[in-house]
């Protein structure tokens, strides 16, 4: 061999690994995405069984305990954003390592706290490693594959992990406090913080240099975008503390608004913006985040709807009311076998208005018809979860296919901050309309013929007003992806051969 050819091999580049072939190839993998998922969506469902025994025992003030969970979300709202540009420049898969270990370790200091204070502090850490990685498990798993059929059957398999979460979470936290502290439930995160570490260093080679950005941070804007998500959030729950008639929630809203104006102006002119907003105007892109905002607004406005509706409305005890949930649980968990042959028979864009629309119905159903018995509501709850079980899949996919390779992490967060926005907004809307339609408090025993018709009337304009909202960010989302293609992800015979 010449010393030309010698140092030609020397200089050749590693060759990258071959795609996975079959989702059972990346099992390590899948199985650490996966647990990062499950801990985000069993973390607050089951600290939420918990808080009366958290109060009682750390003598907490009914903010206080409000605040247990409220730091948690707006750490990680408002922080996603941040964590995903870093995350792009830096690596995801070392972010969202370091994110796992600060998680062990703050749920490993729950054995410790003494004091309502302490706990926030800890559920502040939480929520920072939450931002650090929720993102990346949805840009990971995406990079991990190279055909669109694998990319969506793995975010498939992640996200049912998380919604497993999310439906035991409340048994699950009850069945613990009858034999073992409140903490157990905050410690129950470090295992699930192991393997999902294990997972991810195992089953992920570490990003390539060529698939980061290069550019330094937007520290002004990630300072800016941070405030304002964090406003955003915010503005809901001193809505309802404060009331209306407060000027403390319109200093809140005009906070958030004056940081939006200024996000929006930095990331104009700055060199090495945070955020490009011209990528916003990608069809992909801006079709998906709208999808994802209508879903996320029409779970988060039902779920309370169908809460005042069971529990104040017809009287049935908490025990009823969760079990009159159980067709929302069922589809979600029995639901994820249909979303990839669903998607493989009908394509990406179809899928994802389609499920988007079955959300906008089950809002319009609940206005029209929720009063009148509780099949009504029945199917209220399965046409939202249907369509929430197919467009969490779809919408997230078509962000990130619409992003260039090196903008994965900050398109992830992207989508969970749409969907934590528009929560939020489905909460601050029904509970404002709720609030001007029927006099006095919701939570007082006496409820009058005349009371409970308001009641009633409150809970469907409500539903029509959010059902309105979902449906013009659905027709935003169509009016976005007009005119491209929606072919099956896979042949017939593809779609059986990878099956496994």
Known sequence: MSPEQTTSQAAAPPVAPAAPRRLADAWLALAGLSAVFLFEMLD??????????????LHSSTVGLQWVNGAYSLAFGGLMLLFGSIADRVGRRRVMLVGLVLLGLASLS????????QLIAVRVAMGIAAAMTTPGSMALAFRLFDTEDLRVRALTVISTAGLVGLAIGPTLGGFVLAVAPW????????????????????????????GLRGEPVDVAGAVLGTATVAGALLTPTVLVEAGRASWM?????????????AFVVRQRTARHPLLDLHLLARPLVSSGLAYKAAAGLAVAGLSYLVTLQLQFAWGWSPVEAALGTLPQVVVLLAGGRFVGPFVARVGLGRAAWTSAAAVVAGLVVFGLLGRFGYGWVAAALVLVAAGLRVVGVVAGTNVLQGLPADRTSIGAALVDTASELASGIGIAVTGTIVAALVTGSITA????????????????????????????????GLWRARGRASTPLTSPAHQESSLV
């Open 183 to 210: 903490q157990a439930l905050l410690l129950a995160n470090v295992p699930i913080a192991v393997l999902a570490f294990v997972g991810i260093r195992g089953g992920i080679a570490r990003d390539e240099a060529a």
């Open 249 to 261: 929630p319109w200093v809140v809203v005009a906070a958030t608004v004056a940081a939006g104006a």
């Open 445 to 476: 025993s006496s409820w009058t013929p005349d009371r409970l018709a308001s009641l009633q009337g409150s809970l469907g304009w409500a539903g029509l007003t959010l059902a309105l909202i979902a449906a013009a960010l659905v027709t935003l």
């Open 110 to 117: 729950t054995a410790l706290v003494s004091s309502t204070e």
């Open 44 to 57: 607050n469902s089951i600290l939420n069984v918990a808080l009366p025994t958290i109060g009682r025992e």
